[in-house]
């Protein structure tokens, strides 16, 4: 691709990973963007960096608008792998260059770099950068996800640089929303926002409604959102920035969904009746196994929906491993106002329940009733307890859902 405009002299110059489908244990099967961005002023400047392993893009794009040589500042948002390991390259460019990056994200970069022979300066929240007609104005995001994290707003061009804030995992050739929207799917990028948040920013609501909150306090609303990730927000800023609010709060849908994993088909065989009986009450219930499903697509629908069945057989008295890491995933997504139940099979010794309800207490989470074991394979009496248990727990997360 070539260079695109956000706003006049304000260019997208990153690259486009088409071929990645392994982010850091994150399934992508849509692939991604590794987005920086070119503001040509009286002081040119670039707002971060792209993979290593992309930078001979990302500078053939700025080769293409400017040299690099002429480069005086370079914006580290989020010293991330991701966005962060291009820098050698980009400094080689541009050795009058100065990095511009909080005091926590400079400590990182040493790590990973022999800083010594690059120019910084530390900002933090408030601080300003003129470059000529524009001003960019910085705004710390600590554990938003990382703790050297922030954002960059240009002032007078009303363009927010949202590091992973606001981002999808999508590889296109579009751009902006508005144009993947209508060239693809407005269902698929709704999507792909969801799921970005429940996989990385899930832990991180409290921060992000704060810092929310700052941008309206400093009266910054956007006219463009610009992540590190994904499409670029120009005409549904204002919309995306209020789904964040309510996926920070918690917000789900009333419907369940039913976790499990199987060995011999016995807790297989369980999820069908509860799921009728979920289904009777009105409730929409989808079946998810763990063994054909990627972890982030069971983390996205765990999000979306208020109430979660784990079904695990017992294997050598504690859960199936599968169940295990799911649970181990989400605990450390800390997810909350959620209802979480537990049920399967066992052989001779049952554990694998009694366990999934000591992680759930572990989590935090609303817990319902205090599970269901059934014993081999679950006779016409079992699927009738089944069918009940289902009942019983969509009038519960009803009930629960209310108070939201």
Not at 153 to 159: D, L, M, P, R
């Amino acid at each position: 691709m070539k260079p695109v405009e956000l706003k006049k002299d304000i260019f997208w110059v990153g690259a486009i990973d088409w071929a990645v489908r392994d982010f850091h244990g994150y399934e992508t099967p849509r692939g991604t963007t590794y987005n920086n961005y070119l503001i040509l002023d009286e002081e040119v400047t670039l707002v971060d960096t792209v993979k290593y392993d992309f930078s001979e893009i990302t500078i053939k794009h700025i080769q293409e608008l400017v040299d690099p040589a002429k480069i005086k500042h370079v914006i580290i948002n989020h010293i991330e792998n991701d966005h962060a390991t291009g820098i050698d390259k980009i400094m080689d460019l541009s050795p009058d260059a100065t990095i511009h990056i909080t005091d926590r994200g400079k400590k990182g970069l040493d790590r990973f770099f022999d800083t010594s022979r690059w120019k910084f300066h530390i900002v933090k929240s408030g601080d300003t950068l003129k470059i000529g007609k524009n001003t960019l104005l910085f705004l710390e995001t600590p554990m938003v996800h990382w703790p050297d994290s922030m954002m960059t707003y240009c002032q007078e061009a009303g363009v927010l640089f949202s590091q992973d804030g606001f981002g999808q995992h999508l590889a296109s050739t579009a751009r902006f929303d508005d144009q993947f929207s209508a060239c693809v799917s407005s269902v698929v990028l709704e999507d792909a926002v969801v799921d970005y948040y429940a996989n990385i920013l899930m832990p991180f609501g409290q921060l992000i409604l704060d810092k929310i909150a700052d941008l309206q306090k400093l009266g910054i609303k956007p006219e463009i959102i610009a992540p590190d990730h994904g499409v670029i927000w120009r005409s549904q800023a204002a919309k995306v920035i209020e789904s964040y609010v309510d996926m920070a709060q918690g917000k789900a849908d009333l419907r369940a969904i039913i976790v499990y994993d199987t060995m011999w088909k016995s807790t297989e065989m369980m999820s069908v009746p509860i799921s009728e009986g979920i289904s009777s009450e009105g409730v929409d219930c989808r079946i998810l196994k763990l063994r054909a499903t990627p972890m982030n697509v069971i983390i996205k629908e765990f999000w979306k929906a208020r109430g979660t069945l784990f079904g695990t057989p017992t294997l050598n008295n504690i859960m199936y491993p599968s169940v295990a890491e799911c649970l181990t995933h989400l605990r450390g997504l800390r997810p909350k106002n959620r209802l979480a139940g537990a049920f399967g099979s066992y052989g001779w010794g049952g554990g694998a329940v009694k366990e999934a309800y000591e992680i759930f207490d572990k989590m935090g989470l609303e817990k319902f009733d205090s599970g269901l074991q059934v014993i081999y394979k679950p006779s016409s009496e079992d699927e009738e307890k089944c069918y009940r248990f289902g009942q019983e727990f969509a009038k519960r997360l009803k009930e629960y859902h209310t108070r939201f």
